[in-house]
């Protein structure tokens, strides 16, 4: 079935360095991706996505580029800030099946330190 | 923005009894919710897909008599935790698919309700 596998965190960076976080996926045909980010005490929110092959997704000065061709999505900052604090999670949502169900990675925390 | 809530955010209840968790709309009409449980550390589990007015489709081993899931309305769907047992504590998300989204894949989560049976 389809899985999403996400770097472990917790990770720990200081205000204004780059963050990779990485995502692999296994899925037939060609699924969407996603980011979502958990802030402390709130619900998920989408951060970003992207549908098809070398797609790129933005939000928020994140970024993440769908490639087939490694299974990826890592999400990537050139300049964290202490308000990115949350967890982020990756997602895949399959491309058929009228549910449209969402499978997540284990979630990555990250802390930013000022 | 759209919001989910869910009631209550965190319940403690003794080993035995039901606990019921709701998972609401708040300023859009939802045709489709989802039941998400999630463990420590651990990526959030698809329990059971809940259209409104009808049955949920529940996913692989998930008991449906455990967990009962009510989708009443177009704005509020419950989930009841039947019987409580510590092995039952956990952290359960919920998330709304809009009646009028833009794409099929839009959902909007709930914050989620911490349940700890004792």
Known sequence: GDSVTQME????LSEEAFLTI??????T??????????YPGEGL???????????KGSNKGFEATYRKETTSFHLEKGSVQVSDSAVYFCALMAPRGSARQLTFGSGTQLTVLP | GAVVSQHP?????KSGTSVKIECRSLDFQATTMFWYRQFPKQSLMLMATSNEGSKAT???GVEKDKFL?????LTLSTLTVTSAHPEDSSFYICSARPLLAGGTDTQYFGPGTRLTVL
């Open chain 1, 9 to 12: 965190g917790p990770v720990t």
């Open chain 1, 22 to 27: 990485n995502c692999t996926y296994t899925a």
């Open chain 1, 29 to 38: 045909g060609y699924p969407s991706l996603f980011w979502y980010v958990q």
């Open chain 1, 45 to 55: 929110q989408l951060l970003l996505k992207a549908t098809k092959a070398d797609d």
């Open chain 2, 9 to 13: 955010s965190r319940v403690i209840c």
């Open chain 2, 58 to 60: 529940y996913e692989q």
């Open chain 2, 69 to 73: 899931i009510n989708h009443a309305s």
